[in-house]
């Protein structure tokens, strides 16, 4: 079967391939300077289109993470160029949201305290902040725990309230650095399947950065391989699996166990699905 061909699309999706993107890295060159000089990043090319779902796999220390932090402009760069929704990067921006693999929620205040903090630090106005973490907290599956503290919650739903922080803020973009990396495998497949369900009702484009290749393909629109140090885009693997995703579906259609094939291929490993 030819993975590449053409599969139905909703309007939503049809509709980012004509809008400029979201997020463009232009050959982008990263050093770390130590004892000796280390090339993290070299030539990356990457677009992302409004509203797409993009992840991103590679070995470890192959830069993943420095280029989700180098877009979110959190890390300097020396060479290229990095555009979000067509402005270079040169900082930090309210358009982008980003999530790390570890929750960082404040262990003194409640769920609903820590999810409300960024937006209350941006001074976000009350009467607009209350609906939208009500609205949050149900789509989120955290509704009854408001006012909870994250040791009285599973890793799991304070991953979830980590990344309910994020979207009170309203990002645009949302860049996730393996979210839900440190938990259980039965964990984090719930988990995939409550942020795609997430993504379909909101969607925001996601820059995605996993090891999973099951995930990747579960998840994405499209996903990108990168080579070992120094990083650069080796290959693109469109998903054309349909949307609305459900997992026992997806899992169960012959192209989920060949796009996993291909990418356990181009990453070197045994196409186990795991």
Sequence with gaps: MNLASPSPQTSATRAT???APAIEVRQVLKTFAGKQLVKALE????????REFVSILGPSGCGKSTLLRIVAGLTPYQGGQV??????VK???PEIGVVFQSSNML??????????LGAKL????EAELAPKLAQLTETLGLKGFENHHPHQLSGGMRQRAAIGQILALDPQILLMDEPFGALDALTRDRLNVELLRIWQELRQTVLLVTHSIAEAVFLSD????????????IEEIKITLPRPRHPAEIKADPRYGEYIAQLSSLMGVFADGH
Excluded at 43 to 50: F, G, I, K, M, Q
Excluded at 83 to 88: G, P
Excluded at 107 to 116: I, Y
Excluded at 222 to 233: D, I, K, Q
Aim: glycine residues 6%; hydrophobic residues 45%; positive net charge.
């Design 17 to 19: 391939s004509t809008a």
């Design 43 to 50: 030539e990356v090319d990457l677009t992302v289109a409004p």
């Design 83 to 88: 555009l979000v929704n067509q402005r270079v």
């Design 91 to 93: 900082g930090p921006s």
């Design 107 to 116: 262990p003194w205040l409640t769920v609903a305290q820590n999810m409300a």
């Design 122 to 125: 941006r001074k976000l106005p």
């Design 222 to 233: 499209r996903v990108v391989v990168m080579s070992g140090r120094p990083g650069r885009v």
